[in-house]
């Protein structure tokens, strides 16, 4: 048993830090901006609250996070109120955040320079993959830091794997909403196409998701694209957030993402239809105005 605190509680983080406590067994302190969500969550759980980051990280042995972005992320860890303010030497810290390879960085960084560790960890798998405990983490790091915490995060993980240094965790999250973009825009294309050829669209489906086609994508969305319901797994404004720093960075970087700036562009599109907490399936709303 370990003691760990959870820094942000929503959709993600709330049974995130709920299987901590049910699978992991460990003492969870939890904090939240929202404090009524805090008290939510330990009525539940059992866990304790904390009224600041600081207050939640201080004595602890790891401090997990799962907040919106790289402001949220700056909020809730620099500062006099803080986690990094009330982190123990030797301690970890692990960010669960899809955010940049830059701030991770930077997080490292004041993590070193204060005696602490530091992982940056997003997770894939959405918020079923949270409820059931079966997100995939991809870590950014130093080995010794990361050997320490994946016996932590395998309380809701399936998969687990250190992919590098400071920011490779991210580097690898943008990797996954990247080919995320183009299976999906190429699954609505293709459910369209059957749709206005005649076809019998499960049928289709049934068919060629036992060849090459087959994606997760297909398996758990065709249904409910084809009944034209999209209020399944990660918000379309999510996804356009987490493009805009797969994009960033490929201008950092160099790499060419022709498809992946044009569904961001037709995502963009299905928020002026109203879509903004459409799932990211909702590419096939736009095909079919």
């Not at 794997?161 to 400071?166: I, N, V």
């Not at 996954?176 to 299976?183: F, R, S, T, V, Y």
């Amino acid at each position: 048993m370990a003691k760990v605190a959870f820094l942000g509680l929503g959709v993600m983080g709330f049974p995130m830090a709920g299987h901590l406590v049910k699978k992991g067994g460990h003492q969870v302190t939890v904090y939240n901006r929202t404090g009524a969500k805090a008290k939510e969550w330990a009525d539940k759980f059992g866990g304790r609250t904390a009224p600041t980051p600081k207050a939640a990280a201080e004595g602890q042995d790891f401090v997990m996070c799962c907040v919106g972005n790289d402001n949220d992320l700056r909020a809730v860890t620099i500062g006099a109120d803080g986690a990094f303010a009330g982190m123990a030497k030797g301690a970890t810290f692990v960010d669960h955040t899809t955010a940049s390879a830059e701030v991770a960085r930077e997080l490292d960084a004041a993590a070193t320079k204060a005696g602490f560790k530091f992982i940056d960890a997003p997770v894939s798998g959405g918020q079923a993959g949270a409820e059931d405990g079966v997100l995939t983490v991809m870590c950014g790091g130093a080995a010794d830091a990361y050997a320490g915490a994946e016996p932590v995060i395998a309380a809701y993980a399936r998969m687990c794997k250190l992919l590098g240094p400071a920011g490779s965790g991210q580097l690898t999250k943008m990797v996954n909403q990247i080919c995320i973009a183009g299976l999906v825009q190429g699954l609505s294309e293709g459910i369209h196409f059957a749709k206005k050829s005649g076809l019998d669209v499960q049928a289709v489906i049934e068919t060629i998701s036992k060849g090459a086609a087959q994606s997760w994508q297909m398996e758990n969305r065709y249904k409910t694209m084809n009944d034209g319901k999209f209020d399944f797994g990660f918000a379309v404004e999510w996804m356009r957030k987490d493009l805009s720093i797969c994009i960033a960075e490929s201008r950092r970087n160099g790499a060419n993402l022709p498809v992946t700036a044009l569904v961001d562009q037709f995502y963009s599109e299905v928020e002026k239809m109203g879509g903004k907490r459409w799932d990211t399936s909702s590419l096939l709303a736009r095909l079919q105005r």
